[in-house]
Structure formats: C-alpha cells, structure tokens
C-alpha cells in the first residue's frame, strides 16, 4: 500500500440475503483513502453507498448483510476478516461515521451532555468524571455550537438540524479517529446550514489532519470538500480521478450525465429534456 493511503478498498462485494435468495449490492468496489485527503463517494440514490460505508464499519445487518469477497485493508489488517472484538474497538477510535439524520443517532430521552460524555466513557477512559465535562464542552466549541454550556442540558428536540448535526460531528470527533465517514450528512440541511457545516468539516480536518469518506449525490458539495472522487453506479465504481479532473475531463458517460444535472449559474438554464433519469430496470439489484 501507498504509505499515503489510509483506508484501501479493494474488489468489495456485499450482498443481502432476501426472500429471493441472495442479492449481490456490491460488485467489486475499490477505492483509496489518502492520509488528510477527503474521498468523494458520490453516485444517486440506491447505488450502493451507504452499503459501502456499512461494509467498511462493520456495521451491516446481521445475519442478512455480508461482504461475500474483497478485503478493506487498514493499519496493514483486512477489516473484513477482523474479529467482532476487535472491531468494535476501531469503531469510533479509528474510523467514525456520521449520517443524514442526527435525530436518529441521537437518543431523545437524553441530554446532549449526558449522551457526549458517554461517548467520552467508552472511548476517553483514562478522562476523570470532571474532566469529561470540560472536555464535552470543550467539543461543542470546537464546533461553534453558541453557549455550549447550556447546550449540555438540553435535549436533541430543543436543537436545530444543523446544531444536531454539530453534535453528532463533536461526538464522532471526540475520539479523534483516523477516517470520519461522512454519509451525506448534510442532505436533510438547508443550504446555508449546509454550507456552514462544509466549512466546519473543512476546518476541522486542516486541523485535525484526519482522512474524510464523503458520501453524497451532491456534486455541488463535492466541489466544496473533496480532495478525490470516486463515481459510484449500480454498485460499482465507474470512474476515479482527482476532483479538477471530475468536473474538467468527466470520462465516463454516467459522470457526464450527473454532471449535467448540475445547474450552471452561467448560462441559461438546462432544458429539462436533457435531465434522463437512470434506467435501473437493467439492473435487477435496484428494488422498489
Ligand atoms: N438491509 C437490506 N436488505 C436488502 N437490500 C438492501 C438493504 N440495504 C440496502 N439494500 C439495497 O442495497 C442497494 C444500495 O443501497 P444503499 O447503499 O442504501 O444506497 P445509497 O447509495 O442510496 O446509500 C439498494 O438497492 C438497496 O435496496
Ligand atoms: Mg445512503
């Protein structure tokens, strides 16, 4: 491995046990995470993405979900094959996620000081009880939630979206991981609030030096935060280049059409005709 990447993803293949039997999601995904770089894993809904960052968790349903091949190499050790034990140490001290949905993540019946210090518990055993406050408080600030030492005693409803999702970065952060997978954490977000958390992420990798997973079927975000991307389509991954490369000399047809679903602020607005939704019907993975 490059010792500039990470996280390398190789030949993946993920499938689900259903009531027709077995059904391959994943067809040989590979990609590369570089140290301090942020991967885009960008592609529409159904293909595959969060399927992907499950698999690299450890986290897919079980006994239906499983990485039938492929390896997930990281520190030198296939993440695939790695004990549950093991991996559920490198859960939040190594690689971390976040989703699209903070409310779901966050548990309503608690406050957001009791449910960051837990996290401090599991993951920051050698901090004292005091310390875990200043601590917990200390994140908040970091991601410029206002006033965090009120904001330790109130409960996930009395948040906005975006602060929820401040708090889920915080406790994601807290643990300081190697990887963060972001699975389109902004998508639920008005644009602005969007915008102020992209800035957020950006600023808090420079200064954290970790390596980013952004999942998102935004190419407007992708402009913002991604350093790579890889295009994802019905399971596989069509097309790898750095991001200037994406936007400038896009190679696979399936990149040039996401591409033109992009409105151009330039010229006149694209004609609808132009936008074709994918067809999956010849992809038999693609249900409902
Ligand atoms: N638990 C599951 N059981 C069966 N199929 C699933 C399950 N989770 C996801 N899939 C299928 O895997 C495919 C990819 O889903 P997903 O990774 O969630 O897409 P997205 O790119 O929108 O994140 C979809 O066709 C979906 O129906
Ligand atoms: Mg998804």
């Known amino acids: 491995m490059m010792n500039d990447v990470v996280l390398s993803v190789r030949n993946l293949e993920t499938e689900f046990l259903t009531d027709n039997g077995p059904v391959k ?19 529409e809904s159904g293909c ?3 399927v992907t960052s499950m698999s690299i968790m450890g986290l897919l349903p079980k006994p239906y979900g499983n990485v039938v091949s492929g390896e997930i190499i990281y520190r030198n050790k296939d993440l695939v094959t790695l004990p549950a034990s093991e991996m559920y140490e490198m859960r939040g001290n190594n690689i971390a996620i976040i989703f ?16 960051l210090m837990e996290v401090l518990e599991l993951h920051r055993p050698e901090l004292a009880k005091k310390e875990r406050r200043q601590y917990a408080l200390e994140m908040l600030d970091k991601v410029k939630i206002p006033m965090p030492e009120k904001r330790l005693d109130e409960y996930p409803h ?12 915080a406790m994601a952060l807290a ?12 998508t639920a977000l008005d644009v602005t609030v969007q915008a102020s958390i992209l800035e957020l992420m950006n600023d808090l990798q420079e200064e954290t030096g970790m390596s980013m997973i952004f999942i998102t079927h935004d190419l407007g975000v992708v402009a913002e935060v991604c350093d790579d991307v890889a295009v ?15 936007f400038d000399n896009p190679q696979h047809p399936y990149t040039k059409r996401l591409l033109g679903f992009m409105p151009d602020l330039d010229s006149e607005p694209k004609q609808l005709i132009d936008i074709k939704p994918v067809d999956v ?3 038999p993975e693609f249900r409902g």
Request: aromatic letters at 4%; charged letters at 25%; one cysteine or more.
């Open 25 to 43: 999601v994943l067809h040989g995904v590979s990609f590369d995470v570089k140290k301090g770089k942020t991967l885009g894993l960008v592609g």
């Open 48 to 50: 595959g993405k969060s």
């Open 232 to 246: 994802m389509y019905a399971g596989k991954i069509v097309e790898k280049a750095d991001v200037f490369d994406i």
């Open 281 to 283: 019907t010849e992809f």
């Open 158 to 169: 009395n948040l906005s979206g975006g602060m929820r999702q401040r708090v889920m970065i």
């Open 100 to 115: 699209q949905d903070p409310m779901t993540a966050l548990n309503p019946v608690h406050t957001i000081g009791k449910q």
């Open 175 to 186: 643990c300081k991981p190697d990887i963060l997978i972001c699975d389109e954490p902004t």
